[in-house]
């Protein structure tokens, strides 16, 4: 079975049983049906046209509910209008069900959870792992959230800065390789750029071309993380940043900064970068500083101490990172590399695996039970203190 195809299939599936007059909630569940009967009849009957059978079956599905529901009277219309079996549009309407699920109505992370899940195809129990809750507390926050926007006329938009929230996580998570939805939030924001005159936008497009752009390097082939000091640069995507910087130039000369452009800058100072000691860390801390101003991020304020502690030492590093929760994610973590950088591997060791035990990744656990072990090794041998 195509995971991928069906995951690519669900959104454009979804918006032709709403303009065809389902209501959302409703529509969500049918073609979650569809999707089920796929996985059941497909290995062994492929369908020429999968997208039009997973139509068909979908619009099946929504019309027995509809029959079966107490409205039935009122939505007789709706159920004699049942197309003709054919080829169906090819029109993308993926965007547009983006603004649909931001829609203004409801809260941002309830707009973010109904987009992965309708749109971006990852299931409860994904979803529910990015926002570190029980599954079925995300099932409801994602139920209440189509009966809210079910009867939203879909043509109606939702808020830019809410969609942007809802791309960038997406391309996060297919980042992360649990779900390789990466490329596809690039496509989406590409399209939205296109359609939307916005610097953060603009902004966020730079960011995710930057970050993809250094996809190859990070994974070495053992499997484990490879952190930016240690990638192998030539292995970076010099197209995607060549035009990640063009476009993030072009939005900051409008001097409308925001979040997404903030990042962008920091990391096209990464990227332009030949190896990792001509890094301009003095610019990035600059850069982090107008982070904290637009955002006020604790975690962003964890980020900036580390670049304290490249641009300033590795002391004035801990003593910016002293001033945040140290129950912070990450927090150990951080600590951990600038004790190191400060000659102190004792507690630094100690930390990589108070930090391992937090990771909220396999890869990221690994890597940071590596780096304890190589400093408690180097102690043992004698090599340091």
Not at 140 to 150: C, D, P
Not at 358 to 364: C, I
Request: hydrophobic letters at 45%.
């Amino acid at each position: 079975m195509d995971e991928a195809l069906l995951r690519s299939l669900t959104p454009s599936v979804l918006t032709v049983l709403v303009r065809r007059g389902a209501d959302f909630a409703a529509a969500e569940d049918a073609v979650q049906e569809a999707l089920v009967e796929a996985v059941r009849v497909w290995p062994d009957d492929p369908p020429r046209d999968p997208r039009g059978w997973l139509i068909t079956v979908a619009w099946r599905r929504f019309l027995d509910a509809t029959r079966a529901d107490t409205a039935r009277r009122r939505r007789e219309d709706l159920a004699d209008r049942e197309p003709a079996a054919g080829p169906a549009p090819s029109t993308d309407d993926t965007l547009q069900l983006y603004f649909l699920c931001a829609h203004p109505s409801l809260t941002p992370s309830s707009a973010v959870a109904l987009t992965l899940r309708a749109v971006g195809g990852l299931t409860t129990r994904q979803i529910a792992r990015a926002y570190l809750v029980p599954e079925a507390t995300m099932a409801q926050r994602i139920s209440r959230a189509k009966r809210t926007v079910s009867g939203v006329r879909f043509d109606r938009p939702g808020d830019v800065a809410t969609v942007l929230r809802v791309l960038y996580l997406v391309f996060n998570e297919g980042y992360s390789g649990d779900v390789d939805l990466a490329a596809e939030a690039i496509r989406l924001t590409r399209r939205l750029a296109a359609a939307v005159d916005h610097p953060e936008v603009a902004g966020l497009l730079a960011l995710m071309l930057l970050h993809h752009a250094r996809r190859a390097s990070r994974i070495a082939p053992d499997g484990s993380l490879v952190p930016l000091a240690e990638q192998d640069r030539g292995r970076w995507d010099t197209a995607s940043i060549a035009e990640g910087i063009d476009i993030l130039q072009a939005a900051l000369a409008r001097d409308r900064l925001g979040e997404f452009q903030a990042q962008a800058a920091i990391a096209a100072l990464h990227a332009d970068a030949p190896t990792a000691a001509e890094t301009d860390w003095v610019q990035i801390v600059e850069w982090y500083d107008e982070l904290v101003r637009l955002t006020d991020s604790p975690v962003v304020r964890l980020n900036r101490a580390v670049a304290v502690g490249e641009a300033d030492g590795p002391r004035a590093g801990l003593a910016a990172l002293a001033e945040l929760d140290d129950t912070l994610p990450r927090h150990a973590a951080a600590a951990a590399y600038l004790h190191e950088r400060a000659g102190d591997p004792r507690t630094a060791a100690r930390l990589y695996a108070e930090a391992a035990h937090q990771a909220s990744s396999l890869a990221e656990r690994d890597h940071l039970t590596r780096q304890a072990a190589r400093l408690n090794a180097r102690r043992r041998t004698g090599a340091g203190p």
